[in-house]
T-cell receptor, first 116, second 114 residues
Framework: GAVVSQHPSWVICKSGTSVKIECRSL??????MFWYRQFPKQSLMLMAT?????????EQGVEKDKFLINHASLTLSTLTVTSAHPEDSSFYIC????????????FGDGTRLSIL | QKEVEQNSGPLSVPEGAIASLNCTYS??????FFWYRQYSGKSPELIMF????GDKEDGRFTAQLNKASQYVSLLIRDSQPSDSATYLC??????????????FGKGTLLTVNP
C-alpha cells in the first residue's frame, strides 16, 4: 500500500522550456502532497505543500510563479517548472501522506531534471 | 545550529555487523521521527518511524528515541551489502498548522563491506 507514482523519471530539455511533473497516489487519497528538491550530496529541501482544491503553500525563497503547483484531485498533484534554466537542474521528488496527523510521508521515485 | 544533524560518514561496517546511525535534533517540540533509506539516484524509502521514547524493532532494524537528549538512532543488525545507502533522519513537530512539515538531516552514507 501507499504507492506514490511520479512521472517522468528523467527530463532533458533546453533552457527556456517549461516542464511538468506529475505525482499520483495510486492506492490512497492524498489531500496533501509535498514537493521537494534535492541537489547532489544535499538533503531534501521542501519547496511547497500542495493542498487539494486550494492554493499551494510555498516555502520561503521558492518562487511561486516559477514553480506552479496544481492539486486538482485527491490523487494528482503537478509541478510545472516554468521557463527552466540550468540552475533549475535538480532531483525533484514528491511525497504524499496517508491520512492526517503523524502518518509518515511516502515518496515517489523522483524526477531528474537536466536543463541544457 | 542545524535543526537535524547527522554524521555524513561514510560509515563503513563489515557484512554481518551492527550498523549504528545517529541523529540529533534541536526542536524540543518535535514529536515524530522517521528514518528513510536513499539509494544513489533514487528517492527516499521509509524504513521506520517512532513517536515514543524507547526502542522500536522491525526485523533487522531498531529505532531508538530519547527525547530528553533530543537523540534518535537506527540500528541495523546483520548488515548486508544491500543496506549500503544514505540514511536520512527526518523530524516532524506535530500535525497542526505548519507542524506537518518534515525536516531532514543531510544523511549518513553507510557502506557494508562483503
Amino acid at each position: 500500500g501507499a504507492v506514490v507514482s511520479q512521472h517522468p523519471s528523467w527530463v532533458i530539455c533546453k533552457s527556456g522550456t517549461s516542464v511538468k511533473i506529475e505525482c499520483r497516489s495510486l492506492d490512497f487519497q492524498a489531500t496533501t502532497m509535498f514537493w521537494y528538491r534535492q541537489f547532489p550530496k544535499q538533503s531534501l529541501m521542501l519547496m511547497a505543500t500542495s493542498n487539494e482544491g486550494s492554493k499551494a503553500t510555498y516555502e520561503q525563497g521558492v518562487e511561486k510563479d516559477k514553480f506552479l503547483i496544481n492539486h486538482a484531485s485527491l490523487t494528482l498533484s503537478t509541478l510545472t517548472v516554468t521557463s527552466a534554466h540550468p540552475e533549475d537542474s535538480s532531483f525533484y521528488i514528491c511525497s504524499a501522506r496517508v491520512g492526517q496527523g503523524s502518518q509518515p510521508q511516502h515518496f515517489g521515485d523522483g524526477t531528474r531534471l537536466s536543463i541544457l | 545550529q542545524k535543526e537535524v544533524e547527522q554524521n555524513s560518514g561514510p560509515l563503513s561496517v563489515p557484512e554481518g555487523a551492527i550498523a549504528s546511525l545517529n541523529c540529533t535534533y534541536s526542536d524540543r517540540g518535535s514529536q515524530s521521527f522517521f528514518w528513510y533509506r536513499q539509494y544513489s539516484g533514487k528517492s527516499p524509502e521509509l524504513i521506520m518511524f517512532i513517536y515514543s521514547n524507547g526502542d522500536k524493532e522491525d526485523g533487522r532494524f531498531t529505532a531508538q528515541l530519547n527525547k530528553a537528549s533530543q537523540y534518535v538512532s537506527l540500528l541495523i543488525r546483520d548488515s548486508q551489502p544491500s543496506d549500503s545507502a544514505t540514511y536520512l533522519c527526518a523530524v516532524k513537530r506535530g500535525s497542526g498548522g505548519s507542524n506537518y512539515k518534515l525536516t531532514f538531516g543531510k544523511g549518513t552514507l553507510l557502506t557494508v563491506n562483503p
